[in-house]
């Protein structure tokens, strides 16, 4: 399990999150996420505290929502406890245990930019969707925000002590073009989406398409 820097902000995560990349952006991420996923069966990687799965919850028949961080995995348990179609539980994005194809979508929202190694990320989540099944990803970002909201970003971040909190390194921006280049490398297709602006940050966001015949491996 990587090290868990989220733990410790579990209390404020909420409040944080909202702060950090405005509570317009949450909103309109949580819409455009509930709207993409399939019905059926999901799993979200990164669940965090939960702020994105109720959403989700709604809109398919069941969720597995994992996270590799205890203290976030017991707080999502605790919110979405009245959520009957949704079990949270511990595990790690890059190797989940899960087995092949088993998910008819998989999610992840602001994910990619906090794991040192996303590509990986996004072939586990290739991996576990089911052929013709999909995948929903979004990220904020500050690609696309001009030199003075970027700094004001910074400043944002810097200036609570929960920003250095989550400071990790190999976290990077993930553009809405470089989100595109992830999923198609990692064999996805009829990628759809666009970038979601906010007032403070913007969001890449992108829906995936697994092909609907898994492709030939040699023995
Ligand atoms: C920025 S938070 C996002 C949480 C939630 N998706 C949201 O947008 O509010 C990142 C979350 O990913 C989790 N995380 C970090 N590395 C992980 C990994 N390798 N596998 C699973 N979860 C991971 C952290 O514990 C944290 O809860």
């Known amino acids: 399990m990587p ?6 902000l579990v209390d404020h995560y909420d409040e944080w999150h909202s ?5 317009d952006l949450v909103g309109a ?3 455009a996420v509930a709207g993409a996923v399939p019905r059926g069966y999901v799993v979200e990687l990164g669940c965090g505290t939960g702020i994105y799965t109720r959403g989700i919850a709604r809109s398919c028949d069941r969720v ?9 995995v017991e707080q999502a348990r605790v ?3 009245h ?21 008819d979508g998989v999610v992840a929202v602001n994910l990619l930019h906090i794991v040192p190694d996303p590509e990986l990320v996004v072939r586990e989540m290739r ?10 990803i979004a990220d904020a970002t500050v690609t696309g925000l001009s ?27 993930i553009s809405q073009t470089t989100l595109e280049s992830l999923v198609h490398e990692a064999g996805f297709e009829s990628v759809a989406g666009d970038e979601i602006d906010g007032k403070v940050m913007n969001s890449a966001f992108i829906r995936a398409t697994a092909p609907a015949v898994s492709p030939i491996v040699d023995a």
Request: charged share 25%; net charge positive; glycine share 10%.
């Open 3 to 8: 090290k868990d820097v989220w733990g410790p």
């Open 19 to 23: 702060y950090m990349a405005g509570a």
């Open 29 to 31: 991420v949580s819409r």
């Open 64 to 72: 597995l929502a994992l996270d590799a961080s205890g203290p976030m």
């Open 79 to 81: 919110e979405l406890a």
């Open 83 to 103: 959520l009957a179609n949704v079990e949270v539980r511990e595990a790690d994005a890059y190797a989940t245990g899960l087995p092949d194809g088993e998910a």
């Open 127 to 136: 991996r576990i969707v089911r052929p013709g099944g999909s995948v929903v």
């Open 147 to 173: 030199a003075a909201r970027v700094l004001e970003s910074v400043w944002r971040t810097v200036r609570r002590p929960e920003g250095f909190k989550t400071y990790r390194r190999g976290q990077h921006d």
